[in-house]
């Protein structure tokens, strides 16, 4: 981007600088700052993020949040469904074996809602996401981005960056899976009244990669939608849910230390 549109990144296109006197925007030009809290790998040099940005920053880590919290809280009621199925008729007639398989169906279910199994992933979820977002502050964002037609459809990110993600979800990547197919497996379980959560985007590190990059780098400022609103439980269930950070972690210490170079060391597209 030319100087003058240093600070104009088209994936914060609703946050450019205005002259109405809006403060939650991106700054007009870069400048040198020293007080960035959520993007402090931008402090001493110049950039597009100003202090008053941060709130919005803020704002929208926490909106990917609850859209994984939905997500899990989704799964959550799904088990829940697929265990009603153990009062209905159909189970009393069903065979030792079919009910067998029932069993390592819900067994599946709590497998992967066990924050063991989900808190590594989702954490890695979580630095990616603070990673885009803190990918706003950059001046020269339109080398790290791939153009076509006029629109931006790929952000040059560090190979590293999936590398380190399916690092991370793997262990988590390998119970959806299991998930999966034992509802599919049990003629009980998948009687459930619930669609089965979609974690097709687990399914391996390619699709995790390209889910991450389509729905994360080229939307970083997202809103959750209707289904993510409803799925997510209120305040008070909030707070007995697993943090969605690594053990140790605390969710301010995960919004005020990101990946904020998530986009450096990019490649060429090939």
């Known amino acids: 981007a030319s100087d003058g549109k ?4 088209v994936l914060f296109e609703t946050h450019w600088f205005t002259r109405d006197g809006a403060t939650h925007t991106l700054a007009e030009l870069p400048s040198l700052h020293a007080n960035l809290r959520l993007c402090p790998a931008f402090n001493g040099e110049a950039s597009c993020c100003r202090q008053s940005f941060e709130q919005e920053q803020s704002l929208h880590v926490s909106y990917w949040r ?33 009910r ?16 063991a199994s989900h808190s590594r992933c989702f954490a890695a979820l979580m630095t990616y996401i603070a990673g885009m977002v803190c990918f ?11 153009w076509k037609m006029g629109e931006v459809i790929r952000v040059r990110i560090a190979d590293t960056a999936c590398t380190e993600l399916w690092a991370c ?5 390998e119970k959806a899976r299991t998930l999966r197919q034992a509802v599919l497996d049990s003629r009980l379980a998948i009687l459930q009244r619930t669609p089965l959560e979609n974690l097709g985007m687990f399914d391996d590190q390619q ?20 289904g993510e609103r409803e799925a997510t439980p209120p305040i008070q269930a909030l707070a007995r849910l697993r943090r969605l950070e690594a053990p140790g972690e605390s969710s301010d210490a995960n919004a005020r230390q990101p990946l904020s170079r ?3 060391g990019e490649r060429e597209a090939s």
């Not at 819900?106 to 809602?113: D, G, K, Q, S, T």
């Not at 979800?169 to 990547?173: K, S």
């Open 100 to 115: 067998a398989q029932f069993h390592r169906a819900i067994e599946a279910y709590e497998v992967a809602l066990s924050p």
């Open 169 to 173: 979800c793997a262990g988590f990547a």
């Open 262 to 264: 998530l986009g450096d």
């Open 207 to 226: 699709s995790l990669c390209d889910w991450a990059h389509d729905a994360i780098a080229l939307h970083p400022f997202t809103t959750p939608g209707e």
């Open 6 to 9: 240093a600070c104009y990144n």
């Open 136 to 146: 706003s502050c950059k001046p020269d964002w339109a080398r790290s981005v791939q």
């Open 66 to 98: 609850q859209v994984l919290i939905a997500k899990l809280e989704r799964l959550r009621r799904s088990r829940t469904a697929a265990g009603a199925v153990e009062a209905e008729d159909v189970f009393g007639g069903a065979t030792p074996g079919e």
